[in-house]
């Protein structure tokens, strides 16, 4: 395998079948062959989707003036259609050293929760850090509560929204979430919420 390649568990699958097809026959062979494109297709329309909604995105964040760059714009302050995504990166440990100190070896090091929302137009990220004294869960509310603190201080005012995230349930594919995405609609603080999510 090359490195850095990340396959899913269908693609897993697909290839270990095919690379241990001798017992079958042509038309299984075909039919797996067949079933396996049909999902790397599908995979890059999704990826193709992804990739015209940020250039859409960049587009628009092109053509503002300076004023309507700054973030923490009130809601439905400017008529645009902006794309965002956002997940949880991997646990961060303080205090980090690149080299591990012999004492240090023994000490547990503090545990920070990472979640980033990437604005795709401009191309920035805000950062929530959460302490482990915080004792937050990667769950559907956490997720919520920080998308709307983003969308309330560092949101652009956009009318329309697009949102990309992965599937997992817990955290993003779940009624709360969505609930969410209906309740900005409903109390105008968004004309528009479109959920996009990658395969899995």
Sequence with gaps: MKPATDLCHTCQSFSSTLSCSGNLNEEEKEDILSKYQEHVGHVKEQRDHY????????????????????RGQPPCTL???????????QQVHYPHYAQQVGPLFFK???????????????????FYLVDEAQHSNKGANTVTSM?????????????????HMDNCSGQNKNNTVIGYGMWRVMTGLHESVEFSMMEV
Excluded: N, W
């Design 108 to 126: 547990t090091p503090r545990k920070c929760q990472c979640f980033g929302i990437c604005c795709e137009g401009s191309g920035t990220q805000i």
């Design 79 to 89: 008529q645009s259609e902006f794309h965002y995504s956002f997940d949880y990166a």
């Design 51 to 70: 990739r015209d909604q940020c250039a859409a995105a960049k587009s628009t964040f092109v053509q503002l003036t300076p004023e309507q760059k700054i």
């Design 147 to 163: 998308l709307h603190h983003h969308f309330m201080y560092h949101g652009l005012g956009e009318t329309d929204v697009k949102l």
